[in-house]
């Protein structure tokens, strides 16, 4: 009898030690030769670039002398008049707003959770606005200025469209696995605008967050990328070109 309960407890104990085994087993991810990973988005590029300039043509008002027309013969006598010319001022004021945009990323894992990306973006709607106004004395004309003539005289080189293509390559880190991953993305490239007078291209440090919500090999990706454009050309200055995309990404 003694012999038969230790026969069963051993069997009991082996049960259960072969259960806790498949429940560890079950919660361990998955072992996979999915390295790849391609990703379709559009989204947003988050933009408000802009320059002011200007400057006096006639800082101070002038004399010019004219020759009257008195005097005797000969132009004897002739005397210049004093004519005051009033001071002319402009100003110029350049800004790049915001952009719908679309583009497509590849992934490639290196190191467990590590993985390089690369990708290319258009956002062809970045709207170029171009205001301009000057004052000749007291009387002024521009968006600000009292003689506006039907909003026209406001916009000495009017609008135009403007399309940004970024591209460029970094690192993403999946900050935990299983089907829910948040990560963090740091990298570099450039944006070249065409559109402009001239082509400009500029570089571009990139940081940010992302979120994938996977379901076996597909699944869906949100990321919010802070482009940091070092020397804007429509502002010559550090500006921050936000993008907020979501995509879906496939896995193979």
Do not use: Q
Not at 108 to 127: N, Y
Not at 130 to 150: H, K, M, Q, W, Y
Not at 154 to 175: K, Q
């Amino acid at each position: 009898m003694m012999n038969t309960r230790r026969s069963t407890l051993s069997f009991l104990l082996t049960l259960a030690a072969l259960g806790a085994t498949s429940a560890v087993a079950a919660d361990a991810p998955p072992t996979t030769d999915e390295h790849n990973e391609i990703v379709v988005f559009g989204g947003i590029s988050l933009l408000d670039a802009s320059r002011s300039g200007g400057g006096e043509i006639l800082p101070l008002g002038r004399d010019l002398p004219v020759v009257s027309g008195f005097g005797f013969g000969g132009g004897f006598g002739r005397m210049p008049i004093p004519v005051p010319i009033p001071p002319v001022s402009f100003s110029i004021e350049s800004k790049v707003g915001s952009s719908a945009l679309f583009g497509a990323r590849y992934s490639r894992l290196i190191k467990d959770r590590l993985a390089l990306e690369a990708d290319l973006t258009i956002a062809p709607s970045h709207e170029l606005e171009t205001r301009g106004s000057g004052c000749i004395g007291d009387l002024c004309f521009g968006p600000n200025g009292a003689r506006d003539v039907e909003g026209r005289l406001g916009r000495a080189f009017g609008d135009r469209n403007v399309t940004a293509w970024h591209y460029g390559a970094g690192l993403a880190y999946e900050i935990t696995r299983g089907d829910v991953r948040p990560l963090v993305i740091l990298g570099a490239g450039a944006v070249t605008w065409d559109g402009s007078r001239e082509t400009e291209t500029d570089f571009v440090f990139r940081f940010g967050a992302g979120l994938k919500i996977l379901f076996g090999r597909a699944g869906a990706r949100v990321d919010v990328v802070d482009h940091l454009v070092l020397d804007h050309f429509a502002s010559g200055k550090t500006e921050h070109d936000v993008h907020a995309t979501a995509g879906l990404l496939v896995r193979f």
